[in-house]
């Protein structure tokens, strides 16, 4: 997918499509779930325990997240930043848990030029790691600690994961152009250079011939991540998130 898939951009307007590697998990997803633009105070308040209205609050969800100190230890993120991802995440999902309709709904608002839904799926899919139909806090910010916080081996393995759409540790020609389509649909018309109907087919021809170094047909997760640490564009992909939140 390119480097960076581009920021949010209302209908009619243009949206540039980078010639880079396609990689990358897109740089909204941290503001598509966690902070949406309604949902951004300049200074969000913090979960109290001793508040009760927060005590009130979390009676009232149907999963309750784990306590902040057991997810520090297993995520990247700090006390004050999964109280603040966690006030994001329940303003758009009372309940405490997403599901993958919520997911899709929430996501379409920053691609409102294209379809998301295809990709969309795909991402709740790589979050949704129990595979039980829902995504909770400690999935999201599991998740997202690796993308924004992981090593270039983390991010590479979650990528590999993504792409993986079976899950049977191999990528095929046809899940990475399934992903492939569904990228290109989300970015919708409004891109520089317009889109070609037979750019997603061309493009993966091109990455699965370089992956696939042994030319067995799939592409494992060696081979992914080989071809990615030695393609420049990848690893400056990959920097892209290092100060997201």
Wanted: glycine share 6%.
């Amino acid at each position: 997918m390119p480097s960076q898939v581009p920021e949010p951009a209302g209908a009619g307007s243009a949206i540039s499509l980078p010639a880079g590697d396609w990689v990358a998990v897109p740089s909204s997803l941290p503001s598509a779930l966690a902070a949406p633009a309604s949902l951004r105070p300049h200074r969000p308040r913090l979960l109290d325990p001793d508040s009760v209205e927060d005590e009130f609050e979390l009676s009232t969800v149907c999963h309750r997240p784990e306590g902040l100190e057991q997810l520090q230890e297993q995520t990247k993120f700090t006390r004050k930043e999964l109280q603040v991802l966690y006030r994001g995440f329940k303003n758009e999902c009372p309940s405490g848990i997403v599901n993958e309709e919520n997911f899709k709904q929430i996501y379409s608002q920053f691609f409102p030029q294209g379809d998301s839904s295809t990709y969309a799926t795909f991402l709740f899919n790589a979050f949704d790691t129990n595979h039980d139909g829902s995504v909770s806090f400690e999935d999201f910010v599991a998740g997202l600690s690796v993308i924004l916080r992981g090593t270039v081996d983390d991010r590479l393995n979650w990528a590999f994961n993504l792409y993986d759409l079976n899950k049977d540790g191999c990528i095929t020609k046809e899940e990475m152009l399934d992903i492939m389509k569904s990228i290109y649909d989300m970015m919708g018309k409004y891109t520089y250079p317009a889109l070609r109907e037979e750019a997603p087919r061309e493009h993966v021809e091109n990455f699965f011939q370089k992956m696939d170094r042994n030319k067995d047909g799939v592409v494992t997760i060696e081979e992914f991540i080989e071809s990615c640490q030695k393609d420049e564009n990848i690893m400056r992909s990959m920097q892209l998130f290092d100060n997201v939140i």
